[in-house]
């Protein structure tokens, strides 16, 4: 699949990959394409691409404000779908222990 593909199908996440590949962190980008392509489920695809943003959270700061914003809108996106699952409970609590520090 092609950044301009994944732009298709998930515009916020495409942009976050390609702004990765900006500032020469293209093993993340291609780590969040895999992640895209593997589930079998949507719950399994937003899961593996949270593990890996927020593995990756202080790339965060280094990216635009329009990547900065796709960032959050996953993030927000992945609490929806996953609301009330451990994994959900486990992200969001991770999360907010990286805010605290």
Not at 17 to 44: C, H, M, W, Y
Not at 83 to 93: C, I, M, V
Request: charge should be neutral; aromatic fraction near 4%.
């Amino acid at each position: 699949m092609t950044d301009d593909e994944l732009k298709n199908c998930w515009p916020e996440l495409g942009v976050i990959v390609v702004e990765l590949r900006l500032i020469n962190q293209p093993a993340v980008a291609d780590k969040l394409v895999a992640a895209f392509l593997a589930g079998s489920t949507s719950s399994e695809v937003v899961g593996g691409i949270g593990i890996i943003l927020r593995d990756h959270r202080a790339l965060r700061p280094q990216l635009s404000n329009l990547a900065i914003g796709a960032w959050d809108a996953i993030m927000a996106d992945i609490t929806r779908t996953l609301r009330g699952s451990k994994f959900a409970q486990w992200l969001d609590q991770l999360t907010r222990r990286a805010g605290e520090g």
